[in-house]
T-cell receptor
Framework: EAQVTQNPRYLITVTGKKLTVTCSQN?????MSWYRQDPGLGLRQIYY???????DKGDVPEGYKVSRKEKRNFPLILESPSPNQTSLYFC????????????FGQGTRLTVV | AQKVTQAQTEISVVEKEDVTLDCVYE???????LFWYKQPPSGELVFLIR??????QNEISGRYSWNFQKSTSSFNFTITASQVVDSAVYFC????????????FGKGTMLLVSP
């Protein structure tokens, strides 16, 4: 079964405490990305990766880091979280080509106090 | 650059009413894909439909139907005889087929169906 697994689902943390949200996919897709969702703003892309060791900024990359050491994993790192990073985060993988389809993780609801 | 506009921020209807959610997109690519996703209160994104730019045939799936019109760059979604379980945020998204590309989302339409 095609899956994108994010962890944790819910997280409350304090300002400045480094955290990592993990994302793993079992579809061998090259393309992975992170989105954040905020009320009235829809989903905005944070970072994306076209393959192992290839990452690039999306629309709202400030305050985030990513890494892509293996094809299946694409963690999102917040080195020093701030309250304006309180949001709902989604990891996605997309298969490119004529049968293009996007698969999303279940989301991570992050609160930074 | 791509853009998706969902002009309706919030729609409220009473059960059994029909409702149409609008989606207008912009792209210079000739090959692209359009999507609709549903986000229920539980938060996950549920895939509803994908349409490619070469297929303008309208589609019906149960109470759901989609009207794709390239001439007006629109991909509207209609729910017939709405039900309370249809209450959710609905997102329209666009992906072009040039190289590696991501999904560009609209800001979403919140649909509230009252009993």
């Amino acid at each position: 079964e095609a899956q994108v697994t994010q962890n944790p689902r819910y997280l409350i943390t304090v300002t400045g405490k480094k955290l990592t949200v993990t994302c793993s996919q079992n579809m061998n897709h090259e393309y992975m990305s992170w989105y954040r969702q905020d009320p009235g703003l829809g989903l905005r892309q944070i970072y994306y990766s076209m393959n192992v060791e290839v990452t690039d900024k999306g629309d709202v990359p400030e305050g985030y880091k990513v890494s892509r050491k293996e094809k299946r994993n694409f963690p999102l790192i917040l080195e020093s979280p701030s309250p304006n990073q309180t949001s709902l985060y989604f990891c996605a993988t997309v298969n490119q080509g004529s049968n293009t389809e996007a698969f999303f993780g279940q989301g991570t609801r992050l609160t930074v106090v | 650059a791509q853009k998706v506009t969902q002009a309706q921020t919030e729609i409220s209807v009473v059960e059994k009413e029909d409702v149409t959610l609008d989606c207008v997109y912009e792209t210079r690519d000739t090959t692209y894909y359009l999507f609709w996703y549903k986000q229920p209160p539980s938060g996950e994104l549920v895939f509803l439909i994908r349409r490619n730019s070469f297929d303008e045939q309208n589609e019906i799936s149960g109470r759901y139907s989609w009207n794709f019109q390239k001439s007006t760059s629109s991909f509207n979604f209609t729910i017939t005889a709405s039900q309370v379980v249809d209450s959710a945020v609905y997102f329209c998204a666009l992906k072009v087929n040039s190289g590696y590309s991501t999904l560009t989302f609209g800001k979403g339409t919140m649909l509230l169906v009252s009993p």
